[in-house]
């Protein structure tokens, strides 16, 4: 089955306590992606790869990381979380060309973060 | 700037009757328009794009939407709501020039739908 497989599903965490969310996609996508999404605002980008090794940071990167050495892996490191950080993140991909140029984007089902 | 407006928060709407989601955006050269849907407690699904073409878009789940450059306009349509619709709607536009294939996304409208 074609995913997109986001973990944890949640987490609750401490200021200042590195952290890693996990993305993994099955179908050799070139693109990938993560955002969050908050209450009133919608998503937002916080960064993006085209392919492995190729990362730009989105609209919203500060505070985060992220690494693409691996074609279906996209990893959202957060290297001292701060309560503004707690959102939910959503991990996509898609394919290059007609895939990203059409816009169809395969989200994974999110990851829901408490930083306390 | 690039934008992207959903004018609503939220839509009510009685089981079987039609329902409008309204979207307008802001790009400078032409643009590709898309819809999402979101279920509760799950991540965004494709619903419907505009690429080129004729005007009026049909996609998944029954719905539709019609592409009005003039109004610069998108809404999302469906002739008759279900409650299974209910959910939160994405707009998202990107304009045809953009080599990043960066989406500009709306802030999402709930819909609601009552029996």
């Known amino acids: 089955e074609a995913q997109v497989t986001q973990n944890p599903r949640y987490l609750i965490t401490v200021t200042g306590k590195k952290l890693t969310v996990t993305c993994s996609q099955n179908m050799n996508h070139e693109y990938m992606s993560w955002y969050r999404q908050d209450p009133g605002l919608g998503l937002r980008q916080i960064y993006y790869?085209?392919?492995?090794?190729?990362?730009d940071k989105g609209d919203v990167p500060e505070g985060y990381k992220v690494s693409r050495k691996e074609k279906r892996n996209f990893p959202l490191i957060l290297e001292s979380p701060s309560p503004n950080q707690t959102s939910l993140y959503f991990c996509?991909?898609?394919?290059?060309?007609?895939?990203?140029?059409?816009?169809?984007?395969?989200f994974g089902e999110g990851s829901r973060l408490t930083v306390l | 700037a690039q934008s992207v407006a959903q004018p609503e928060d939220q839509v009510n709407v009685a089981e079987g009757n039609p329902l409008t989601v309204k979207c307008t955006y802001s790009?400078?050269?032409?643009?590709?328009l898309f819809w999402y849907v979101q279920y509760p407690n799950r991540g965004l699904q494709f619903l419907l794009k505009y690429i080129t073409g004729d005007n009026l878009v049909k996609g998944s789940y029954g719905f539709e939407a019609e592409f009005n450059k003039s109004q610069t306009s998108f809404h999302l349509k469906k002739p008759s709501a279900l409650v299974s619709d209910s959910a939160l709607y994405f707009c998202a536009v990107r304009d045809r020039s953009d080599s990043n294939y960066q989406l500009i996304w709306g802030a999402g409208t709930k819909l609601i739908i009552k029996p």
């Open positions: 790869s085209m392919n492995v090794e190729v990362t």
């Open positions: 996509a991909s898609s394919f290059l060309g007609l895939g990203v140029s059409a816009g169809e984007l395969f």
């Open positions: 790009v400078s050269g032409n643009p590709y």
